[in-house]
């Protein structure tokens, strides 16, 4: 049974940084990367960044790209994404999820998902 939990949100002011944290539990022997999502009541599911199973290679949405940062240690079964210079519009729930495709951008391809963490960035 494949099971993802993050952690390590909160409220932090504009221009802060915050890290996320996802523990892993996956099936031995099927390689998977992990996705960051978030949502807001406004706005559907949106692609943050991506891992590949080895950590050699990351993939990030438009609005994470030359900010947030995406490593995953498997020995450790954990997944990090590193948020800085964060802003107002990053407030959301944040999602890791698993799939076995290479680097999907596409919630639907996440066949499973933890049940997210609140970040909220507010003077």
């Known amino acids: 049974q494949v099971q993802l939990a993050e952690s390590g949100g909160g409220v932090v002011q504009p221009g802060a940084s915050l890290r996320l944290s996802c523990a892993t539990s996956?099936?031995?022997?099927?390689?998977?990367?992990i996705g960051w999502f978030r949502q807001t009541a406004e706005k559907e599911r949106e692609f943050v960044a991506a891992?590949?199973?080895?950590?050699?290679?990351?993939l990030y949405g438009d609005s994470a790209e030359g900010r947030f940062n995406v490593a995953r240690d498997n020995d450790k079964n954990m997944v990090w994404l590193q948020m800085n210079s964060l802003k107002s519009d990053d407030t959301a729930l944040y999602l890791c999820?698993?799939?076995?495709?290479?680097?999907?951008?596409?919630?639907?391809?996440?066949?499973?998902w933890g049940q997210g963490i609140q970040v909220t960035v507010s003077a």
């Open positions: 996956l099936r031995p022997g099927v390689r998977y990367t």
């Open positions: 999820a698993a799939s076995t495709a290479h680097l999907p951008r596409v919630a639907e391809v996440y066949a499973y």
């Open positions: 891992v590949s199973w080895s950590g050699q290679t990351s």
